[in-house]
């Protein structure tokens, strides 16, 4: 509705401007020009209402208003900027040009508005710009300078290049229609005339051009910091010793030529040489810029490449490591600080040989943790039995700690969110999507280590409404408004009855009791929102009242980048049940690509290892980090309440001078550290994503010796394993992990590696995530004497293995299948143990089940049903085992009439519920059917 409005509105408007263009109706003219004018900004009104009731509903209306005036501000400033400069630039066009004045004039104010509004992040973080206290090694500059005045400079440059070319470009568009002008000289003044034939505006332009180009290359001088010409990022020998002085040569001599254009005198210079190539006279304007250009291009191409690489190819890379190696030192330092490896704590771990009942025993808290869930296996796991109804959905696992029944113990937790498209098609109705369906309901949550006696999780909070086995978990609030999937906009405190959970054949329903959303409290906020929403059925509804509250941007990300949008945001957001109440914590970054000397991060990863005796190559792209940054900092924890969708930000990096930077610019949007309550501040984690980049990172940048790092004598590889049968990098994973000097576990994050093309274990890194000792970054390595196992040894001492490898042939056969989950390194006081779980899923089920857990020691491997049970295998004989484990394959053969029964039972079974609507029950069932059809064409 309210695009046909606004297309009849501007359609009245254009044909009254076209009639008035016929009639040359001054008042139809400002008739049709005020009618489009109204139906736009009444439309941009709508849209700028909507988002100020928003951002005031949240508590952020600083944040709204500091942000929207400076945009307003730059777009302005940056408009009337360029109005200017475009005026000085054509001071000489003739008045017969006016459409050719005018429309640079309109071109110039739209390209300075667009500079404006897109950079607003720069101008401001340059207005509040803060030095860091260390400078780089070239220049003598501030690191701060880099981050915040650098980009600043980089945004003028480029918007008085655009201008310069724009100007240059009109110039000969005037130039190029002279003979109009000399055909009619009614239309000018004369000394208009003489202008456009000296060719004055042209040459000034030209100049105008130069004299920015040479600005640019000064530039250019500090973005040598960033030069890729040597062995490492950042400048090296050829850069300092023949660039730099020869960008200082190149930008005199551009400027110069500028200036040349500039004097009369100097053209005509030009022009004497010119006329020796029997150069046309009135081509001569075009010839002598070209000429020019032509003297820039060379002075350019040998000053800047040709010299330059003759250096680099002829004497640097011959001797390569003499003539880099203080400019590799300089790389390393700032490498180091870019991606926060600074602060790194480097240890070296004594491995020990031993492994005792009493190294157990003392450590109970890490044995009692020990994840044996795999967050894949716990995730089709809970799909299957936990998401109650096809309404629900459980996104993913998380992993987290939680302290209950006296114990300090590690969890893996899920919520249970509301995804209305899984409705049936004919239930997708408006009233039940933005009405009833509004929220999701709960959440599970199991221990790492504890399954049932059929390979399931022990559940300790399960089942809507939730049940909790310790009042620690218990869930007082469970609704869920605000979640990751969470992406339609929902109305509470409607007359429509809100459904809250269903219990048996009947439906419980429930009144929304927060503060979250925007209160519809009068018809022209209805209006704002059917607007906003796109959807009319919003106005037209009566269910609405006064007291109901419009819920929207519900997906935890878009709302927190839409509040900060200078932040970016990591991709595993969790949940947490705190004093009853849930909510998402989401890390959230700082970061920056103007480090100076930093090495920027590449996505790409390639991983060499080797099966058997051939060599194999594993190329990664990670999806989940940010490519290209040289600087990165975990600056930021943000909380969203899962009930009103309130959100929090606390710095938790108060040394980081770009949040300091943004914590200056929107005063009191952000909160220190201290002021996150302690029931949030249990469940910190040190990021998966950032540890990852720190430990790719790190494993090439731990040398700190520039000729052993230049050689990569010592390169760090991410470790390897199986997962489904394919060789996948060991991604970080959280344990709980008592340090050698520490008095008691805590909850860490950790990445082992492995040297190039070898599988032994080389060291690994942690992230301390327990909130005394949170942000600590530990590296270990191991004796090099020493030869520790790496993860894919221990799956080559599994496949090696004449039981195993038996009982995993028999499994991983047509009616089940293998999954073998990831092996843990778990450091144990001075020595390591491994372990592995191996799940069995049958084709025809949902989800797996833990069949059989593996656990090894230096060379000793023990597996048995249960942990318990393989990690007493260590220490003398196990439990004997049977000759065949249990496990979910089908019988190798089945007759005819077997299959055909399996058939029918599976067709009925898919009738019955696709009748009582449970769709994920009817493809089960479908997929069974398919089988048993399969295996009828097999006989």
């Given at each position: 509705m309210f695009?046909?409005?606004?297309?009849?509105?501007?359609?009245?408007?254009?044909?009254?401007?076209?009639?008035?263009?016929?009639?040359k109706n001054?008042?139809?003219l400002a008739?049709?020009?005020?009618v489009?004018?109204?139906?736009?900004?009444?439309?941009?009104?709508l849209?700028?209402?909507?988002?100020?009731?928003?951002?005031?509903?949240?508590?952020?209306?600083?944040?709204?208003?500091?942000l929207?005036?400076?945009?307003?501000?730059?777009?302005?400033?940056?408009?009337?900027?360029?109005?200017?400069?475009i005026?000085?630039?054509?001071?000489?066009?003739?008045?017969?040009?006016?459409?050719?004045r005018?429309?640079?004039?309109?071109l110039?104010?739209?390209?300075?508005?667009?500079?404006g509004?897109?950079?607003?992040?720069?101008?401001l973080?340059?207005?509040?710009?803060?030095?860091?206290?260390l400078?780089?090694?070239?220049?003598?500059q501030?690191?701060?300078?880099?981050?915040?005045?650098?980009p600043?400079?980089?945004?003028?440059?480029s918007?008085?290049?655009?201008?310069?070319?724009?100007?240059?470009?009109?110039?000969?568009?005037?130039?190029?229609?002279?003979?109009?002008y000399?055909n009619?000289?009614?239309?000018?003044?004369?000394?208009?005339?003489?202008?456009?034939?000296s060719?004055?505006?042209?040459?000034?332009?030209?100049g105008?051009?130069?004299?920015?180009?040479?600005?640019?290359?000064?530039?250019?001088?500090f973005?040598l910091?960033?030069?890729?010409?040597?062995a490492?990022?950042?400048p090296?020998?050829?850069d300092?010793?023949?660039?730099?002085?020869?960008?200082?040569?190149?930008?005199?001599?551009?400027?110069?030529?500028?200036?040349?254009?500039?004097?009369?005198?100097?053209?005509?210079?030009?022009?004497?040489?010119?006329?020796?190539?029997r150069?046309?006279?009135?081509?001569?304007?075009e010839y002598?810029?070209?000429?020019?250009?032509?003297?820039?291009?060379?002075?350019?191409?040998?000053?800047?490449?040709?010299?330059?690489?003759?250096?680099?190819?002829?004497?640097?890379?011959?001797n390569?490591?003499?003539?880099?190696?203080?400019?590799?030192?300089?790389?390393?330092?700032?490498?180091?600080?870019?991606?926060?490896?600074?602060?790194a704590?480097?240890?070296?771990?004594?491995?020990?040989?031993?492994?005792?009942?009493?190294?157990?025993?003392?450590?109970q808290?890490?044995?009692?943790?020990?994840?044996?869930?795999?967050?894949?296996a716990?995730d089709?796991?809970?799909?299957?039995?936990?998401?109650?109804?096809l309404?629900?959905?459980?996104?993913?696992v998380?992993?987290?700690?939680?302290?209950?029944?006296?114990?300090?113990?590690q969890?893996m937790?899920s919520?249970r969110?509301?995804?209305?498209?899984?409705?049936?098609?004919e239930?997708?109705?408006?009233?039940?999507?933005?009405?009833?369906?509004?929220h999701?309901?709960?959440?599970?949550?199991?221990?790492?280590?504890?399954?049932?006696?059929?390979?399931?999780?022990?559940l300790?909070?399960?089942?809507?409404?939730?049940?909790?086995?310790?009042?620690?978990?218990?869930?007082?609030?469970?609704?869920?408004?605000?979640?990751?999937l969470?992406?339609?906009?929902v109305i509470?405190?409607?007359?429509?009855?809100?459904?809250?959970?269903?219990?048996?054949?009947?439906?419980?329903y429930?009144?929304?009791?927060?503060k979250?959303g925007?209160?519809l409290?009068?018809?022209?906020?209805?209006?704002?929102?059917?607007?906003?929403?796109?959807?009319v059925?919003?106005?037209?509804?009566?269910?609405?009242?006064t007291?109901?509250?419009?819920m929207?941007?519900?997906?935890?990300?878009?709302?927190?980048?839409?509040?900060?949008?200078?932040?970016?945001?990591?991709k595993?957001?969790?949940?947490?049940n705190?004093?009853?109440?849930?909510?998402?914590?989401?890390?959230?970054?700082?970061?920056?690509?103007?480090?100076?000397?930093?090495?920027?991060?590449?996505?790409?990863e390639?991983?060499?290892y080797?099966?058997?005796?051939e060599?194999?190559?594993?190329r990664?792209?990670?999806k989940?980090?940010f490519?290209?940054?040289?600087?990165?900092?975990?600056?930021?924890k943000?909380?969203?309440?899962?009930?009103d969708?309130?959100?929090?930000?606390y710095?938790?990096?108060?040394?980081?001078?770009?949040?300091?930077?943004?914590?200056?610019?929107?005063?009191g949007m952000?909160?220190?550290?201290?002021d996150m309550?302690?029931?949030?501040?249990?469940h910190i984690r040190?990021?998966?994503?950032?540890?990852?980049?720190?430990?790719?990172?790190?494993?090439?940048?731990?040398?700190?010796?520039?000729?052993v790092?230049y050689?990569?004598?010592?390169?760090?590889i991410?470790a390897t394993?199986?997962?489904?049968?394919?060789?996948q990098?060991?991604?970080p994973?959280?344990?709980?992990w008592?340090?050698?000097?520490?008095?008691?576990?805590?909850?860490?994050?950790?990445?082992?590696?492995?040297p190039?093309?070898?599988?032994?274990?080389?060291?690994?890194?942690?992230?301390?995530?327990d909130p005394?000792?949170y942000g600590?970054?530990?590296?270990?390595?191991f004796?090099?004497e020493?030869?520790?196992?790496?993860?894919?040894?221990?799956?080559?001492?599994?496949?090696?293995?004449?039981?195993?490898s038996?009982?995993?042939?028999?499994?991983?056969?047509?009616?089940?299948?293998?999954i073998?989950?990831?092996?843990?390194?778990?450091?144990?006081?001075?020595?390591?143990?491994?372990v592995?779980?191996?799940?069995?899923q049958?084709?025809?089920?949902?989800?797996?089940?833990?069949?059989?857990?593996?656990?090894?020691?230096d060379?000793?491997?023990?597996?048995a049903?249960t942990?318990?049970?393989?990690?007493?295998?260590?220490f003398?004989e196990?439990?004997?085992?049977?000759?065949r484990?249990e496990?979910?394959?089908?019988p190798a053969?089945?007759?005819?009439?077997?299959?055909?029964?399996?058939?029918?039972?599976?067709?009925?079974d898919?009738?019955?519920?696709?009748?009582?609507?449970r769709f994920?029950?009817?493809?089960?069932?479908?997929?069974?059917?398919?089988?048993?059809?399969?295996?009828?064409?097999?006989?």
């Amino acid at each position: 509705m309210f695009t046909l409005l606004f297309l009849v509105l501007t359609g009245i408007g254009a044909f009254l401007l076209f009639r008035s263009l016929e009639s040359k109706n001054r008042k139809r003219l400002a008739a049709g020009a005020a009618v489009i004018s109204v139906a736009v900004l009444f439309l941009l009104f709508l849209d700028f209402w909507s988002e100020e009731l928003w951002f005031d509903a949240l508590g952020y209306d600083g944040r709204f208003w500091t942000l929207f005036l400076a945009q307003g501000g730059f777009v302005v400033a940056g408009g009337l900027l360029a109005l200017g400069i475009i005026s000085g630039l054509l001071f000489a066009l003739p008045n017969t040009k006016r459409i050719l004045r005018y429309s640079a004039y309109l071109l110039s104010v739209l390209i300075g508005g667009l500079w404006g509004f897109g950079n607003w992040n720069v101008f401001l973080q340059f207005w509040h710009k803060v030095n860091t206290g260390l400078a780089d090694p070239i220049l003598g500059q501030d690191t701060g300078f880099y981050f915040f005045t650098l980009p600043f400079l980089d945004q003028v440059y480029s918007v008085l290049l655009t201008l310069a070319i724009l100007g240059l470009a009109v110039s000969y568009l005037a130039r190029y229609t002279l003979e109009r002008y000399e055909n009619n000289l009614a239309l000018a003044r004369a000394d208009d005339i003489d202008a456009f034939r000296s060719d004055r505006l042209l040459f000034f332009n030209g100049g105008i051009l130069l004299l920015v180009l040479a600005a640019g290359k000064y530039l250019d001088r500090f973005h040598l910091l960033y030069s890729d010409l040597g062995a490492v990022s950042g400048p090296g020998w050829t850069d300092v010793t023949i660039v730099l002085p020869t960008l200082t040569v190149v930008i005199i001599i551009t400027a110069l030529l500028g200036v040349l254009l500039f004097i009369p005198a100097g053209r005509k210079a030009v022009q004497r040489l010119l006329y020796r190539f029997r150069v046309r006279r009135e081509r001569m304007a075009e010839y002598t810029l070209g000429a020019v250009a032509a003297v820039v291009a060379a002075v350019w191409f040998i000053g800047l490449s040709l010299i330059p690489g003759s250096f680099q190819n002829f004497r640097v890379e011959p001797n390569e490591i003499s003539y880099e190696k203080p400019y590799i030192s300089h790389n390393i330092e700032f490498t180091r600080h870019g991606f926060n490896l600074a602060k790194a704590e480097n240890r070296e771990f004594p491995v020990e040989e031993s492994f005792t009942r009493e190294m157990v025993e003392s450590n109970q808290t890490i044995f009692n943790n020990i994840r044996l869930w795999d967050w894949r296996a716990l995730d089709a796991v809970l799909k299957q039995f936990q998401e109650i109804r096809l309404y629900y959905e459980f996104n993913n696992v998380d992993i987290d700690r939680y302290t209950f029944d006296g114990q300090y113990r590690q969890v893996m937790i899920s919520a249970r969110e509301m995804v209305p498209t899984n409705l049936p098609l004919e239930s997708q109705t408006f009233v039940n999507k933005v009405f009833k369906y509004t929220h999701g309901y709960g959440l599970a949550l199991t221990t790492v280590t504890e399954f049932t006696p059929e390979g399931l999780p022990n559940l300790l909070v399960k089942n809507i409404p939730p049940e909790s086995q310790y009042k620690e978990l218990e869930v007082l609030k469970p609704q869920i408004y605000y979640g990751e999937l969470t992406d339609n906009y929902v109305i509470t405190n409607s007359i429509e009855p809100e459904f809250d959970y269903p219990k048996g054949d009947e439906n419980q329903y429930v009144s929304y009791a927060g503060k979250g959303g925007v209160q519809l409290s009068n018809f022209w906020r209805k209006l704002v929102y059917a607007y906003k929403m796109g959807d009319v059925k919003l106005l037209l509804s009566s269910y609405p009242t006064t007291e109901s509250r419009l819920m929207f941007d519900r997906q935890i990300e878009e709302r927190v980048k839409k509040l900060a949008p200078f932040l970016e945001l990591d991709k595993d957001p969790y949940i947490v049940n705190a004093n009853g109440e849930l909510y998402w914590i989401i890390d959230a970054y700082t970061t920056s690509k103007y480090f100076p000397y930093s090495e920027p991060f590449s996505s790409q990863e390639e991983i060499q290892y080797k099966e058997g005796e051939e060599q194999r190559l594993l190329r990664v792209q990670h999806k989940r980090v940010f490519e290209g940054v040289n600087y990165i900092r975990n600056s930021v924890k943000v909380t969203v309440n899962a009930y009103d969708g309130s959100v929090n930000f606390y710095i938790f990096d108060d040394e980081d001078p770009l949040i300091k930077v943004w914590d200056d610019i929107f005063k009191g949007m952000m909160k220190k550290r201290e002021d996150m309550p302690p029931a949030l501040l249990a469940h910190i984690r040190y990021p998966v994503d950032y540890l990852l980049m720190q430990g790719l990172v790190y494993a090439k940048y731990h040398m700190g010796d520039p000729e052993v790092f230049y050689n990569q004598e010592d390169l760090w590889i991410r470790a390897t394993e199986k997962y489904y049968g394919d060789v996948q990098p060991v991604e970080p994973y959280y344990i709980m992990w008592q340090q050698p000097d520490a008095d008691e576990a805590e909850f860490s994050l950790i990445l082992p590696f492995t040297p190039k093309n070898r599988q032994v274990s080389i060291g690994w890194i942690a992230g301390l995530c327990d909130p005394a000792n949170y942000g600590r970054f530990l590296a270990y390595s191991f004796p090099k004497e020493k030869r520790v196992l790496g993860p894919q040894q221990v799956e080559t001492k599994i496949d090696q293995n004449s039981f195993l490898s038996g009982q995993l042939s028999l499994w991983d056969q047509r009616g089940s299948r293998v999954i073998r989950g990831n092996v843990l390194a778990i450091p144990i006081e001075n020595t390591i143990i491994y372990v592995e779980p191996i799940y069995l899923q049958a084709e025809t089920a949902a989800y797996p089940e833990l069949r059989l857990v593996c656990v090894m020691h230096d060379d000793k491997l023990s597996y048995a049903k249960t942990f318990d049970e393989a990690l007493e295998g260590l220490f003398g004989e196990a439990a004997p085992l049977p000759e065949r484990i249990e496990g979910q394959a089908a019988p190798a053969a089945q007759t005819t009439e077997a299959l055909i029964e399996r058939a029918q039972q599976a067709f009925d079974d898919y009738l019955k519920a696709t009748g009582e609507k449970r769709f994920q029950e009817a493809s089960q069932a479908l997929e069974q059917l398919q089988r048993a059809l399969e295996g009828l064409s097999e006989q």
